[in-house]
């Protein structure tokens, strides 16, 4: 069978939790099936809508260049572009299904290309983009949880995310792809480095460095204005799809409470590859209490409410190691390092490579993962499973779903810096806790098991051809 699986964001450039199911599941399947996969790639001395083919670990990968330079609200969700780059990727390579795990920075279209073209297809629901336009976390722009998408809201925080280039990035994204036009030199490593030295000196990012967007008030109502739009796109979405599937029953259930019409609905627990965790063990009964947290360095994932809590409690009473890439723009995850230096027993460390990670959870005695938004079945979560490392994680969406007070971990109230500090100090004071945890950790589904699940659907939905409606 033929399959293409179509994600946002791919490794090696980018490593979150989608992209990295997003390959595991591409490697499994490639074992007995053709596969390969589209995603995107900001590149500002190419036009959006380039394709660019390569391989990652011998699957092609059809890499589309999306720079953001949007120039309306809508374009966030029906970007013609990429709906164009697209289909001529179904025409190259004729897939028998396609297994979308995010449309963000592509469009909503999507499903009706392949459905036009009689290509079954399914969604992988990792988040809430379907209803919620703001990296589909239900989280405003004043870090609040939302309540689902409404003009009134969606507008004015819309307007101040990063929803688009600043005009300036767009004039010189235009004059970079015609110097690259007249001397065929790939410009990307000249544009790291040039932003690497800004930052070293201090320097704010500017031109194609940086999307940050202030609060327009037209740019409000424009968006505001869109809203309904977005809402008759998604549900076209949703007609033109096979199926729906998501880890999270709770992720699952709130998109139905919110919008998902009659079509069919799979719960499906994400699986792992045990095999590289067997090594990796914890459990100390003396010393500082070893504290880990893994994600991206940005507000909705919490790391400062993780920082602040062990400000609170003496440093030999534990150790707090992050690993995480920043997200853009960088001045909170620079604040969180600023904070971080300031503390002998909290250390940052920068992004860790993948095959790292079993080493990174070996050494601690509990993962920490303090997150404001609701989550839906994080990777690293399963991981510190894999590994016998206990979790705590804050009572809320799919982190609460997974984890039982007692059962592997405990439940943290959300955001609550005094009510982190004080679970961390009772494990630091009661190791017989964390055993007892450590011998309860629930199992984690294999990744051969998650994909033998994929497949048989996959068999089953070419079989019955594509969707009416």
Not at 188 to 216: F, K, M, N, Y
Not at 240 to 252: E, K, M
Not at 338 to 349: D, G
Not at 435 to 461: D, F, K, N, Q
């Amino acid at each position: 069978m033929r399959i293409l699986l179509v994600s946002h964001l791919f490794p090696p450039h980018h490593n979150a939790g989608v992209e990295s199911y997003t390959a595991n599941l591409a490697g499994c399947l490639a074992q007995t099936h053709d596969v390969a996969v589209a995603t995107t790639r900001k590149v500002p001395s190419l036009p959006t809508g380039t394709i660019r083919k390569h391989s990652v670990d011998g699957v092609p990968v059809f890499e589309v260049i999306q720079n953001l330079d949007y120039d309306a609200p809508a374009d966030l969700w029906s970007d013609r572009r990429m709906e164009r780059a697209f289909d001529e990727i179904l025409r190259e390579m004729a897939p028998d299904l396609i297994h979308f795990q995010h449309l963000m920075y592509w469009s909503l279209a999507l499903p009706r290309l392949a459905k036009k073209r009689g290509i079954p297809s399914l969604l992988t629901l990792h988040d809430f983009w379907m209803l919620c336009p703001r990296m589909g976390q239900l989280i405003d722009q004043r870090g609040e949880l939302c309540e689902g998408p409404e003009a009134k809201r969606c507008g004015p925080c819309m307007a101040s995310s990063t929803w688009r280039q600043p005009a300036e990035a767009r004039r010189w994204m235009g004059r970079l792809q015609a110097v690259r036009r007249v001397t065929g030199l790939p410009l990307e490593g000249l544009l790291r480095w040039a932003e690497a030295c800004r930052r070293r000196v201090g320097g704010a990012p500017r031109g194609t460095g940086s999307v940050e967007q202030r609060v327009d008030g037209e740019v409000a109502a424009l968006i505001g204005r869109d809203v309904p739009l977005r809402k008759v796109a998604v549900d076209r979405c949703w007609s033109a799809l096979d199926a729906v599937v998501s880890p999270s029953r709770f992720v699952l259930d709130r998109v139905v409470q919110d919008s998902l019409p009659a079509l069919r609905r799979l719960h499906i627990p994400h699986g792992m590859d045990p095999g590289a965790f067997s090594a990796a063990s914890g459990g100390r009964t003396a010393g500082p209490l070893r504290v880990g947290f893994l994600g991206t360095v940005a507000p909705h994932k919490g790391p400062r409410v993780l920082i602040e809590a062990a400000a609170r409690l003496p440093e030999e009473s534990l150790r707090l190691v992050l690993h995480g890439p920043d997200a853009s723009p960088r001045s909170y995850a620079d604040g969180c390092r600023a904070r971080a230096a300031s503390l002998p027993h909290v250390s940052m460390r920068g992004p860790l490579p993948r095959g790292k990670v079993p080493e990174f959870l070996g050494t601690l005695d509990v993962l920490c993962m303090p997150s404001l938004w609701f989550e839906c079945q994080p990777l690293s979560l399963l991981e510190a499973r894999l590994a016998g490392v206990p979790v705590l994680v804050s009572d809320l969406g799919g982190m609460a779903e997974l984890v039982e007070e007692g059962k592997g971990g405990g439940r943290v109230r959300v955001g609550d810096v005094e009510a982190w500090a004080g679970r961390l100090a009772e494990l630091s004071n009661d190791r017989e806790r964390l055993r007892a945890w450590r011998a309860s950790i629930p199992p984690v589904p294999t990744l051969t098991e998650h994909v033998g699940t994929l497949a048989a659907l996959y068999a089953e939905l070419v079989g019955q051809g594509p969707a009416s409606g």
